[in-house]
């Protein structure tokens, strides 16, 4: 099981108020995937590619597969792709924002389970204009059961807001066969996600990332499970 540091109370009967607390902690540790103009980390297109997470304090983040992909494919339209951080504080309603750049096509990525990893230029741990750094996610790989509440969080299409929305593990669904692998897996929640939130954490009530968000259905939405990420990360 992971062993996350964002909560340390026991999940009880207190759960809800838990998850309110894990939720502002962990969009400390989300971003919107946008395009900056080079010249200015401050100046951005609005446009929200998707959502990333970031895994570790220097600038390392994951997303959607399709989300760099479709960067790449409009680079005449995407002059520098960044991710977009607070510069300092948890509230938004003053949005100070800081365009931290990276190189789309220097993203490992894997097209068969849409994930991509990535790296910032500039390290945001090293940044001193940065006072609030963006916070490491845990992803736990163990299989949560179904019915487990979960909470998902993400950027809206031309929003720089996050989204949070709670819901319920439905199951598990094979998609597809992997030719280096036995399965694919997709995790389901019974709840569907917004345009924009690709990329996005899932996560348990102690601030665990147990998939990402890939995609949405009819009243359903779906993710890469944890064991499936931390698989790509730690492979090269």
């Known amino acids: 099981y992971c062993g996350c540091g964002l909560l340390a109370a026991q999940v009880n009967a207190q759960q809800t108020d838990q998850f309110i607390t894990t939720i502002e902690k962990i969009k400390t540790g989300i971003a919107p995937v946008a395009c900056a103009r080079a010249a200015a980390p401050i100046n951005f297109d609005v446009g929200i590619h998707g959502t990333a997470f970031f895994i570790d304090p220097h600038g390392a983040f994951l997303t959607a597969a399709h989300v760099i992909k479709g960067i790449v494919e409009n680079k005449d339209k995407c002059e520098m792709p960044a991710v977009l951080i607070r510069l300092d504080g948890s509230s938004f309603e003053i949005l100070n924002l800081y365009g931290l750049k990276f190189v789309a096509s220097d993203c490992r990525i894997d097209g068969t389970a849409d994930i991509a990893r990535c790296k910032t230029i500039e390290d945001p741990s090293k940044a001193g204009k940065i006072v609030t750094k963006p916070t490491a996610l845990e992803i736990a790989s163990d299989v949560r059961p179904d019915g487990t509440a979960v909470a998902f969080s993400g950027f809206p299409v ?51 990332v147990v998939g990402m968000l890939l995609q949405t259905g009819i009243g359903l939405a779906f993710a890469r499970p944890g064991a499936r990420l931390n698989e790509f990360v730690s492979s090269r």
Do not use: F, H
Request: proline share 10%; hydrophobic share 35%.
């Open 158 to 208: 031309n929003g720089l807001i996050p989204y949070t929305a709670r819901a319920n593990i439905a199951g598990y669904q094979v998609v597809e066969m992997d030719p280096n692998r036995d399965q694919l897996r997709m995790l389901v929640l019974d709840k569907p996600a917004w345009p924009g939130s690709s990329g996005g954490p899932v996560y348990g009530v102690n601030g665990c």
